[in-house]
């Protein structure tokens, strides 16, 4: 019988039933696997479990919030494991599930990962850690790990958003110098995103025409510091419109080398990074199996 290892974050999501947990693991049983239930309990458990389990499986899902996903992909690539993962979502945004389109209702998901075959997917490489879909600093990326957990479960993404607008009076400079690919930027910023998605915070999108997930690409986004509120409530009516110009800078890239930062803490797919004095990023091309 094939095995599946599947990798649940109980603390996760907005609709905490026991049930869902159970109907899923009932669905993979009838496309025949044995299934092999783990729970995390606390940080970096999904990356713990995958390390020590994985490779004794035939799939791995995991379900679970974005921070849920980068950890147990994190396990995935450093143990070099090469089965195929599924993913999902049960976390109170779930952007990079929204990017990819993936379905939100437990037992669908279910479905999908059993009925489809697994792609290819590119991940990101900050100063050895492996992301996702984002890395991202300034305003708005420190709600992401700050939000208290019995919030997002009870508001959801409104806890977000409640988080973020206290962000808005304590506005940060950063400067900092990027070196990318071909070009190089230098200047204050309120914020900077290196993503792989087409949704960010739940409320920042790109289009779906520019973002591929397997082609060896992440997207660039800097928001340079505005001289008054009145300019940045225009560059975030900008950055909503998808009008990315002027004091707004999108661009794609493969790797960049980022200065200047050695006291700007990160957000690395919704959990903490703390600063660097030198961050090195790459695109890791087609660097896990996943089922989208």
Known sequence: MKKLLFIINPKAGVKKKKDRIKDVVKIFEEYGYGVGVKLTKKRADGTRIAKKYGDQADMIVCMGGDGTLNEVMEGIIEAGIKVPLGYIPAGSTNDFASSLGLESDPKKAAKFIMENSPKELDLGCFNGRFFVYTAAAGIFSKTSYSTPQHMKNKLGHLAYVLA?????????????????????????????????????????????????????????????????????????????????????????????????????????????????????????????????
């Open 164 to 292: 973020g607008v206290k962000e808005l009076f304590h506005i940060r400079k950063m400067r900092l110098r990027i070196e990318t690919d071909s070009q190089v930027y230098e200047g204050k910023y309120i914020f900077m995103a290196i993503n792989n998605a087409t949704k960010v915070g739940g409320v920042m999108k790109l289009s779906e025409d520019l973002v591929e997930f397997n082609d060896g690409i992440f997207e660039l986004m800097l928001v340079e510091y505005p001289s008054n509120g009145r300019e940045l409530l225009k560059l975030a009516g900008k950055v909503l419109r998808q009008k990315f110009d002027g004091k707004i800078t999108l661009t794609q890239i493969t790797k960049a080398r980022i200065t200047g930062c050695e006291d700007v803490d990160w957000s690395l797919d919704g959990e903490k990074e703390n600063a660097h004095k030198v961050i090195e990023f790459k695109v890791m091309n087609d660097a896990i199996r996943f089922i989208y």
